[in-house]
């Protein structure tokens, strides 16, 4: 990632990252579909190039909603024990909703977080 020379006032990354608005400027849209991310913002024109989450999101969407949905179906079933086909009629439509709902969200916030900490890919130092 190359030094950003522009001056912009600061923009808070989580904020940002949760609206889905550029890291840099705050104005500009940060995906161009739903979870795709744009080739640059349309406000400040930052090279979206840099920003790869990788499968930290899905890592961190499977943590959450995992340890969310799972608890809750616990309590249920030694609260009231129902039949099977309640649980799945109630924990597989929560979980798809609350994981698709999460994953642009954590998205977003970790490459703002990324543009705000200047994080870009391990580099080997070539010696003396």
Known sequence: ???????????????????GRCPRCGEGRLFSSFLSVGKECGVCRLDYSFAD????PAVFVILIIGFVVVGLALWLEVNFGPPLWLHLLLWI?????????????IKG??????????????????GE
């Open 1 to 19: 990632m190359s030094e950003d020379k522009a001056i912009w006032p600061p923009v808070e990354p989580i904020a940002a990252g949760l609206k």
């Open 93 to 105: 439509p929560l979980t798809v909703v609350l994981s698709l709902g999460s994953l642009r969200l």
């Open 109 to 126: 916030v970790l490459i703002t977080l990324q543009y705000r900490n200047k994080a870009a890919e391990g580099r080997l130092d070539k």
């Open 53 to 56: 989450a990788g499968d930290g």
